[in-house]
């Protein structure tokens, strides 16, 4: 079934303690993408990668790392989080080296107390 | 820069109910529009999507028309069902300078 998996789903943390959020999926896409999604803001967008070894920064990358080393990989770090980095993250491929027409994981709801 | 601005909800319709969420975008050029839709505790699908002025998308009994003069994508469904009951986003996307926009959501509640 092709898919974008993230896991864990769920995480509650201390800030300060570093984590990490996967993302894979199987479908051979070239571009993919993290976001967070916050009450009446709706989808903004954290990295984006167009390519392996390619990544670029979205509208709110503070105290956020990406990594794309295998085409199928795209975790998303935080060195040290805290409380405002509490939110729903998703991840997101799209087919070509574009974010057009994206295909979304179930996304993660991070707890930083 | 690049935006979208959607309706706020809630909207709370009964089955079998007209439905329209308003979109509209500021954008320069010629952005591709799209409807995502968001099920409870699940990531977004994409429900529609249009590339052109006067463009139709149309996905599960679910319309919107591209309209550059008004510069908006509003979503219609002539019929609601219970099953409908999901967030709504608009986005819009710039190839130009891979841009991707999302609205803030509007929540959509529909009632036996």
């Known amino acids: 079934e092709a898919q974008v998996t993230q896991n864990p789903r769920y995480l509650i943390t201390v800030t300060g303690k570093k984590l990490t959020v996967t993302c894979s999926q199987n479908?051979?896409?070239?571009?993919m993408s993290w976001y967070r999604q916050d009450p009446g803001l709706g989808l903004r967008q954290i990295y984006y990668?167009?390519?392996?070894?390619?990544?670029d920064k979205g509208d709110v990358p503070e105290g956020y790392k990406v990594s794309r080393k295998e085409k199928r990989n795209f975790p998303l770090i935080l060195e040290s989080p805290s409380p405002n980095q509490t939110s729903l993250y998703f991840c997101?491929?799209?087919?070509?080296?574009?974010?057009?027409?994206?295909?979304f994981g179930p996304g993660t709801r991070l707890t930083v107390t | 820069g690049n935006s979208v601005t959607q309706m706020e909800g809630p909207v709370t319709l009964s089955e079998e109910a007209f439905l329209t969420i308003n979109c509209t975008y500021t954008?320069?050029?010629?952005?591709?529009l799209f409807w995502y839709v968001q099920y409870p505790g699940e990531g977004l699908q994409l429900l529609l999507k249009?590339?052109?002025?006067?463009d139709k998308g149309s996905n599960k009994g679910f319309e919107a028309t591209y309209r550059k003069e008004t510069t908006s994508f509003h979503l219609e469904k002539g019929s609601v069902q219970v099953s409908d009951s999901a967030v709504y986003f608009c986005?819009?996307?710039?190839?130009?300078?891979?841009?991707?926009?999302f609205g803030a959501g509007t929540r959509l509640t529909v009632k036996p």
């Open positions: 997101a491929s799209s087919f070509d080296g574009s974010g057009y027409e994206q295909y």
């Open positions: 986005a819009l996307y710039r190839y130009n300078n891979n841009d991707m926009r």
């Open positions: 990668s167009m390519n392996v070894e390619v990544t």
């Open positions: 479908m051979n896409h070239e571009y």
């Open positions: 249009a590339t052109k002025a006067d």
């Open positions: 954008a320069t050029g010629y952005p591709s």
